[in-house]
Structures are given as C-alpha cells and as structure tokens.
C-alpha cells in the first residue's frame, strides 16, 4: 500500500514537474526532485526511468551530482518569473498584497545564483 502511494505521489509530482517546464510560476527541478525520492520507494522501474529520460534526466542527475544547472536556464527562469510576478502584481487586486509577490521573487531569485552554474557541454 505505501509502495502505491509513493508511486502515485511520484506521477503527481512527475505531472508538476512537466507542467512547470511550461508555465514560468511553477518549479520544475523541486517537482521532479520529488518524483524521483517517491519513484526511489515506490517503483524501481519507474525510478530508473526517470533517471535516464533524456529531457528530464538531466535536470535530476545534474542536481544529485552537484553539477548545478546551465546559466542559460538560470536565465530563461528569471527572465520568464520576473515579468510574470509583474503582471500577477498588476492583476492583484489587493494593493498591499502586492508587495508580497517580491518575497518568492527575490528567494527563487538568490536559490538560482547560489545554485552552482554548470560549464557549458563541449561538441
């Protein structure tokens, strides 16, 4: 019974994780970190998978590995939250509530440049 909810937590997660490489809000390396803790308890098979999946793969093994992520995606994630923040600032209707949009922003924003930067890949 746990070995099935953690694969069901797993594919949640999984689902997230994809999502998030679409929608700028939504994180996608937290997700399919997650993925692969409940896959790692819930189905080898399924873990295996995720790990050598040539989209997603990556994002897991560089991070577990310390290799950090590339500086191209630091910067395609930042560019993309930033201005989203923005216009959910504009669109809030609760002036005050505004401001609190800053304290994710500015927290993603410092996990990312602390994160390390992976040296690009040589053809």
Known sequence: M?????TVLGTLALVL????????LLPTTPFLLLAA????RGSVRLHTWLLSHRILGPYIRDF??????????????LALM??????SAWIMPIPWARWLLLIPGIGVTIY????????????
């Open 112 to 123: 990312l440049w602390r994160l390390p930067t992976r040296p690009p890949e040589s053809d």
């Open 2 to 6: 746990i070995r099935v909810m953690y």
């Open 64 to 77: 577990q590995s310390g290799r950090g992520i590339p500086l191209r995606s630091k910067c395609v994630a």
């Open 17 to 24: 994780g994809i999502i998030g490489v679409f929608l700028p």
């Open 37 to 40: 803790f409940c896959y790692l």
């Open 82 to 87: 930033w201005p989203s923040l923005a216009l």
